[in-house]
């Protein structure tokens, strides 16, 4: 039988918040937990290897439907890997999106700054361009709408 892990002992081993480890239980990434005569959670190894998947995965950036559809795919190990890659080639164009997004960004915050470096406030270039909604929506668009 796996040893019993509590749930404190789940948190401190992986780096996870208890509320954390709990709302991956009621969301469904993990699997239910066997409770004790006391009816305290009685976590295995097995919780302890998918909520490391699942820490991983977050690191990673990947998006939690992303991690339940990985973790569903890594339930059935004979499977292609094709569905696998699929999940991390999305992923991966999304995070080279939203690197495009923040040079741009990078870019428009170096103007603004070195074209403001002088004068008084009401003669700031950053101040002048944060106020200019026409360039704000300019910027927006660029962006396709999404926050960075």
């Known amino acids: 039988m796996d040893a019993a892990f509590s749930i404190g002992d789940l948190a401190a081993r992986t780096g996870t918040k208890v509320e954390t480890i709990r709302y991956y239980e009621k969301s469904g990434l993990m699997p239910p937990v066997a409770r004790t005569a006391g009816g305290h959670r009685a976590y295995n190894k097995g919780h302890l290897d998918r909520l490391a998947f699942i820490r991983h995965s977050r690191e990673l950036g990947f998006p939690l439907e992303s991690v339940r559809t990985l973790l569903a795919l ?38 603004m700054i070195e074209d403001g470096r002088h004068g008084q406030v009401g003669d700031c270039r950053v101040i002048e361009v944060l106020a200019d909604q026409s360039h704000a929506h300019c910027l927006h668009d660029h962006h396709d709408g999404k926050d960075l």
């Open 74 to 111: 890594s339930d059935r190990p004979d499977q292609s890997c094709a569905e696998v890659d699929k999940v991390a080639h999305n992923h991966l164009r999304a995070v080279r999106d939203r690197i495009a997004r923040l040079r741009s960004l990078e870019t428009e915050l170096v103007r």
